[in-house]
T-cell receptor, first 118, second 115 residues
Framework: AQKVTQAQTEISVVEKEDVTLDCVYE???????LFWYKQPPSGELVFLIR??????QNEISGRYSWNFQKSTSSFNFTITASQVVDSAVYFCALSEARSNFGNEKLTFGTGTRLTIIP | DVKVTQSSRYLVKRTGEKVFLECVQDMDHENMFWYRQDPGLGLRLIYF???????EKGDIPEGYSVSREKKERFSLILESASTNQTSMYLC??????????????FGAGTRLSVL
């Protein structure tokens, strides 16, 4: 069975600080995908990133960066120079990668509520 | 842009009522999903569908049913609403094709209160 753990329930930081959101996963699959989604107060989950299990390169997109470490089963998300607009609930998710047709279900973590204090 | 539209943002129903939550997507996606979101529990999959008239149970299907008569529309049905079904309900869709990346696109959610 797959499992995603986001141990940080809530985090508050002052604007412009850096913040890291932790994600630890469990799976027996050798190939899988990892995701991060953002849920702003409007409610709609917004896709941020997908990572293949065979690609351990870190990724940076503007102020966002992701650190994937297979050895520790972690896929952490860092926001640099945080802004008030980053305030949201962030979800980490995991899916199998057995087919190439996009049919697999997602298993979500419980989410981390991030509040950026102006 | 992918658009997933849920018919209601807020809904208040009484115990025992039959409740329909509607979801429509405009990107011709084959896959559609219904989740419920509760504090401390994250998103849990209720039902999903890979094609018209097809449905599969997710992790918590008890007390729910679904209908997919058209590709773009996926309905969640609470046959007899109960107070423990008070929750945020999220609909999602994703494409089913070679090279698809399992990325799901979400609606804004329906916050259902059962009194």
């Amino acid at each position: 069975a797959q499992k995603v753990t986001q141990a940080q329930t809530e985090i508050s930081v002052v604007e412009k600080e850096d913040v890291t959101l932790d994600c630890v996963y469990e799976t027996r699959d050798t190939t899988y995908y990892l995701f991060w989604y953002k849920q702003p107060p409007s409610g709609e989950l917004v896709f941020l990133i997908r990572r293949n299990s065979f690609d351990e390169q870190n990724e940076i997109s503007g102020r966002y960066s992701w650190n994937f470490q297979k050895s520790t089963s972690s896929f952490n998300f860092t926001i640099t120079a945080s802004q008030v607009v980053d305030s949201a609930v962030y979800f980490c998710a995991l899916s199998e990668a057995r087919s190439n047709f996009g049919n697999e279900k997602l298993t979500f973590g419980t989410g981390t509520r991030l509040t950026i204090i102006p | 842009d992918v658009k997933v539209t849920q018919s209601s943002r807020y809904l208040v129903k009484r115990t025992g009522e039959k409740v329909f939550l509607e979801c429509v997507q405009d990107m011709d996606h084959e896959n559609m999903f219904w989740y419920r979101q509760d504090p401390g529990l994250g998103l849990r999959l209720i039902y999903f569908s890979y094609d018209v008239k097809m449905k599969e149970k997710g992790d918590i299907p008890e007390g729910y049913s679904v209908s997919r008569e058209k590709k773009e529309r996926f309905s969640l049905i609470l046959e007899s609403a109960s107070t423990n079904q008070t929750s945020m309900y999220l609909c999602a869709s994703s494409p089913q094709r070679v090279g698809a990346k399992n990325i799901q696109y979400f609606g804004a959610g329906t916050r259902l209160s059962v009194l």
